[in-house]
Every structure is written in C-alpha cells, then in structure tokens.
C-alpha cells in the first residue's frame, strides 16, 4: 500500500494543524493505522492507532486530549487533528499501514514535517 501524508507546516505553539494520509489499497477498510513521529536526534515514537474499521483510538499520553485520529474507510484517508500545539511536537510525521492489526507497520509513508515555535 502507497501512503502519502500532507498538512505539515509550521505553526506557533498553540495552533492547530491537520494531517492527512492517503492510501493506494483497496483494502484500506482491513488495515489498521497509525501516526509516528520523529524529532531530530530522537527515535521514532508512536502518536496514535486506530483499528481497521477506525473505533478504539489509541494515544501517546504526551499528546492525549490535544490529538484526535480519525480514519475514513470510504475515502481512503487518516487523519490527525492536532490542537494546541506545543514545541515538543515539533518533528517528521508518517503513517503507517498493520495489516495484521498487531502493532506490526509494514508501510510507511514519506512523512510531513511539522514545527511548532
């Protein structure tokens, strides 16, 4: 599956932005997604998941109650809605494909950059 991310920018700290991932599947409706973010020198870390049919989201605590995930299965989209925005956040942002629904991401997208000041 092909994903390609977009909305990155840059923003002031307690903005708002909206990413979006778009996936080449036809079996989107089966997969499970996620959204991972690396800042510079650090390791890549999970932000958020959602199951295939796009119920039980699941958040890192340092971004819970500021980022929704949200996954529309007839578009073939993911979503991160992320609110008041700290400079903590500040890092490359991808999604990620689980085809067994087992925290096990087999596609990656190319990631959109976000910087929050």
Not at 97 to 103: I, L
């Amino acid at each position: 599956v092909q994903l390609v991310e977009s909305g990155g920018g840059s923003v002031q700290a307690g903005g708002s932005l909206r990413l979006s991932c778009a996936a080449s599947t036809s079996g989107y409706s089966h997969i499970c997604m996620g959204w991972f973010r690396q800042a510079p020198g650090k390791e890549r870390e999970p932000v958020a998941s959602v199951e295939d049919d796009g119920t039980a989201p699941t958040y890192a605590d340092s971004v819970k109650g500021r980022f929704t995930i949200s996954k529309d299965n007839a578009k073939n989209t993911l979503e991160l809605q992320m609110n008041n925005l700290k400079p903590e956040d500040t890092g490359m942002y991808y999604c990620a494909a689980d085809w067994s629904c087992r925290s096990d991401y087999e596609s990656w997208g190319q990631g959109t950059q976000v910087t929050v000041s």
